[in-house]
């Protein structure tokens, strides 16, 4: 999968950097952009309440940041689900809680809406560096 700055459509995943890591969503419009916890704003900051899948507009989304799509490769495109099904998917899980940094993020929800696998590929790289500085000692 590469990311690129692009125009997006209903389905695609979507993302934007805050500091060191990405927080994705799903586009389905200008008006709504699905995704699990909350929009890199400061308002959200000291929030208190448990991050849930929720749906923002694009501007909130994006924070004031860049966004790129996801741009699949031949394998992930077999693999996707069509657009109508992810964005069904993503709001039939909107209101849902259960949100962990490592076990279900962000880019887990985004890849199971339109893979059907919670995989994030962050985390994966996160274990891996963690793992080689680890076995180096």
């Not at 400061?42 to 966004?67: L, Q, T």
Request: include cysteine; glycine fraction near 8%; charged fraction near 35%.
């Amino acid at each position: 999968m590469k990311w690129v700055p692009s125009d997006f459509k209903k389905g695609d995943m979507i993302r934007v950097k805050i500091g060191a890591i990405y927080h994705t969503g799903i586009f389905v419009s200008e008006d709504e952009v699905i995704q699990f916890g909350y929009p890199p704003l400061p308002e959200y900051a000291d929030k208190n309440d448990p991050p849930v899948v929720c749906s923002v507009d694009i501007d909130v989304f994006c924070g004031g940041r860049i966004a790129e799509k996801a741009e699949y490769d031949k394998k992930e495109k077999k693999a996707a689900r069509d657009p109508d099904t992810v964005v069904n998917i993503a709001r039939s899980r909107i209101g849902e809680g259960g949100y962990n940094i490592l076990h279900n993020n962000c880019e887990h929800f985004t890849n199971d809406c339109v893979f059907g696998v919670k995989r994030s590929e962050q985390e994966e790289e996160m274990r891996r560096k963690w793992r080689n500085n680890f076995l180096r000692r």
